[in-house]
């Protein structure tokens, strides 16, 4: 029967573990291998001599990847190659690794502004290393019936510090103690983060701007003209011109009167 690679891929996950422990070549002892070829289809059973022909023809090297099982499994490659390449990845590997250590951070529920600003940049500068940190409140004799006073702490820390970190663990309380725990940001996260923050500030520098260019005073009293339409302007007329006019048209509705000089003479008694 057929080996298929779903039945093969846990055998060679183990080979990829042991490698170093594998025989290659003459030193498989076996008298029947069954052959998988580089590209992992199947060659099928042969004796061990028509194996090692093979990869003599090819130029490869036969590794027995599977002895456990019956017949036991060969692969044809280049095994001094594939080591190489196999440290190459683990080494790579080893080195995106990131070792973080948990590093704590202890406050007491009366601290100053001054003390709590020294312990804050110092949970940033761990949280900017990798490393996580642990914000620890220790409440002292009747302080741990009043635990939203450690709660108020902690919620400052966490505004302070969401340029470089994130909450992992909330606040919990235990006993006389309370804690929460901070995770440090992925570089993306805090390239996001200062990114949203540069163009908020840029938004509020243009609304600043705005708010102090000088005002355009044609634009002003055009805008104080139609809100108050019933104070007279200069293309209306003053209260001058207003009142001239009113008198003029009381002088053309009235009828003319004789002047003193033109009275009737008293008649004598």
């Known amino acids: ?45 042969k004796s061990i001599q028509e194996a090692l022909w093979l990869a003599d023809q090819l130029g490869l090297d036969l590794v027995e ?19 190489y390449e196999l440290s190459v990845k683990e080494r790579e590997a080893r080195k995106k690794q990131t070792k973080s250590t948990v590093k704590e951070i202890t406050f007491k529920v009366k601290i100053g502004d001054n003390d709590y600003r020294i312990k804050k940049d110092r949970a940033a500068k761990f949280l900017s290393h990798g490393d996580k940190v642990r914000v620890r409140i220790w409440f002292r004799g009747r302080e741990a019936s009043r635990p939203e006073l450690g709660r108020r702490i902690l919620d400052r820390m966490s505004e302070d510090l969401v340029h470089v970190g994130k909450i992992e663990q909330d606040a919990k309380q235990e006993g006389r103690n309370m804690t929460m725990s901070f995770a440090p940001l992925k570089k993306a996260e805090r390239e996001a983060y200062a990114a949203a923050v540069a163009k908020e500030e840029e938004r509020n520098r243009s609304y600043a701007e705005l708010e102090n260019e000088p005002e355009d005073t044609e634009i002003v009293s055009v805008v104080k003209q139609q809100s108050d339409p019933g104070e007279p302007t200069e293309a209306d007329g003053g209260p001058d011109d207003a009142v001239a006019d009113a008198a003029t048209s009381d002088a053309e509705g009235e009828p003319a009167t004789d002047s003193p000089d033109q009275s009737e003479p008293e008649k004598e008694n």
């Open 1 to 45: 029967m057929w080996a298929t690679r779903e039945r093969l891929q846990p055998i060679e996950n183990e080979w990829r573990k042991s490698i170093a422990d594998l025989r290659i070549n003459d030193s498989i002892r076996a008298k029947e291998v069954r052959v998988v070829a580089p590209d992992g289809s199947q060659v099928g059973v």
């Open 65 to 83: 990847v599977a002895p456990a099982a019956k017949p036991p499994v060969t692969r044809l490659m280049d095994y001094g190659k594939y080591k």
